[in-house]
């Protein structure tokens, strides 16, 4: 066990919880013999359910009657909390019996918890959320989604070398190349807080990213970036603006390969590409945001995903923990 990374991991939060999450354990021990899971819950309904299923040195349950309830404020979670599953996961990485702790339940609660029971890493003001997204070339580290609606200059510097550490520790055989989100391109577009970012960042030495300048919307995809920063507000509204375009186009294609002979047709000879481009954008592939900057990260995976989804989110706990984030994002930050 002192071999295995443990994951904590809250399973009373999210849709279909607990049995979607043990799914996803399963599942996920299935082709990772790397993971130790602490496991916080209803005891009785987890043992039951486990039973025979995974081998018992991969897991332990801690019992918990309590839980964080979707329809909570932070507040109220906060207040009511400390015998719930979701603050007594995120409460045993404070005490370094768990490496990394993951949660599908209340987001707002989660990160309020977390703030509460995780200190700060030294130099950073805010903690950012961040989330993986597809592009042409592979995957794209996006922050901040949420956490922050207001940043300074530092914040959003702060978030560059946090999601250039966050891209090393997943794919640390490539070098991440950083932009802004902005308006334009151009080095005088943008507000005064965006032109400090950018000022800051091209005068900067890193050799942790390649900083690439502004990013606008419409080129979130093409790989030619693969951090890309920018405050909560901004963030979250292109996450989601992306997110709907990507269902809308997968849905569209499904009402335009059925129905008619021609349309049958040529989904007979387009199944490969379509079954290709499906896979792509398939959010169970990048399930699972990270909210950084605290002493130890804090993996939120989508309440609505199902077990494949929440057994991806595990192996990005996985490559979060071998990939030594928090000790990249410290040599880093100023």
């Given at each position: ?16 919880s607990p049995e979607k ?164 391109s151009e080095e005088l ?29 419409n080129e979130l995809m ?113």
């Amino acid at each position: 066990m002192s071999d295995l990374i443990k994951i904590a991991v809250d399973a009373m939060g999210g849709d279909g919880s607990p049995e979607k999450i043990l799914d996803g354990i399963i599942h996920n021990n299935k082709s990772n013999k790397e993971n130790f899971f602490r496991i916080f819950g209803d005891k009785k309904k987890i043992q039951e359910y486990l039973n025979n299923r995974i081998d018992t040195k991969f897991y332990q349950i801690i019992n918990t009657q309590n839980i964080v309830k979707s329809t909570d404020s932070p507040l109220e979670a906060a207040k009511r909390g400390k015998d719930t599953s979701m603050w007594l996961s995120i409460e045993s990485v404070k005490n370094k019996e768990s490496d990394i702790v993951i949660s599908a339940g209340n987001t707002g609660a989660l990160l309020v918890i977390a703030k509460l029971n995780l200190e700060m890493i030294e130099n950073i003001d805010k903690p950012a959320l961040s989330a993986l997204w597809p592009n042409k070339n592979g995957m794209s580290v996006v922050l901040d989604l949420g956490a922050n609606i207001d940043c300074s200059s530092k914040n959003l510097a702060d978030f560059s070398i946090m999601g250039a550490s966050l891209y090393k520790s997943l794919y640390p055989n490539q070098m991440p190349n950083v932009a802004l989100l902005n308006i334009g391109s151009e080095e005088l577009k943008g507000n005064e807080i965006i032109k400090e970012t950018f000022q800051i960042l091209s005068n900067k030495k890193n050799d942790n990213f390649n900083f690439s300048g502004y990013i606008e919307g419409n080129e979130l995809m093409n790989g030619k970036v693969n951090v890309i920063v920018s405050d909560g507000f901004t963030g979250n509204v292109a996450l989601k603006t992306a997110e709907g375009t990507a269902n809308f186009i997968t849905e569209e294609l499904k009402k335009a390969f059925s129905g008619t002979l021609l349309g049958k047709i040529s989904s007979l000879l387009n199944i490969s590409n379509l079954k290709k481009f499906k896979k792509r954008l398939d959010p169970r592939l990048y399930n699972g945001a990270i909210f950084i900057g605290l002493n130890t990260p804090v993996v939120k995976s989508h309440g609505g995903t199902d077990f494949i989804g929440f057994s991806n989110s595990l192996d990005v706990c996985n490559k979060i923990v071998k990939g030594n984030l928090i000790d990249k994002i410290k040599s880093n930050i100023q």
